[in-house]
């Protein structure tokens, strides 16, 4: 399995941007996939997965902000942010947790200029 995810780039505070990741491989509805992002000197934290029956969890700052979605058709996985700040300020990862095994996509920078 491979992710390959697009759509980092340079937004203003209050700005939008979406993210997407393709996964080449096999992906079965019920692996979980996700966005991760770490930011300098932090830790990486979970930011939205979204599993089977488009079930989603969000991490607490983001909830009212971003959106995961997800076409199964394509195997690909998006991140639709709105209303940025420069706390999202980050590398941004996709993930799917297949059957137990963790795929990491190269991630995307994400820079919100205040």
């Not at 340079?10 to 990741?21: E, K, P, T, Y």
């Not at 706390?87 to 795929?103: F, I, K, N, P, S």
């Amino acid at each position: 399995v491979q992710l390959q995810a697009f759509g980092g780039g340079l937004v203003q505070a209050g700005g939008s941007l979406r993210l997407s990741c393709a996964a080449s491989g096999s992906i079965a509805s019920t692996n979980v996939m996700g966005w991760y992002r770490q930011a300098p000197g932090k830790q990486r934290e979970m930011v939205a997965t979204i599993a089977a029956g488009y079930r989603t969890r969000y991490e607490g700052s983001v909830k009212d902000r971003f959106t995961i979605s997800r076409d199964y058709a394509k195997n690909t996985v998006y991140l639709q942010m709105n209303d940025l700040k420069p706390e999202d300020t980050a590398v941004y990862y996709c993930h799917v947790d297949r059957w137990g095994d963790d795929y990491w996509g190269q991630g995307t920078l994400v820079t919100v200029s205040s």
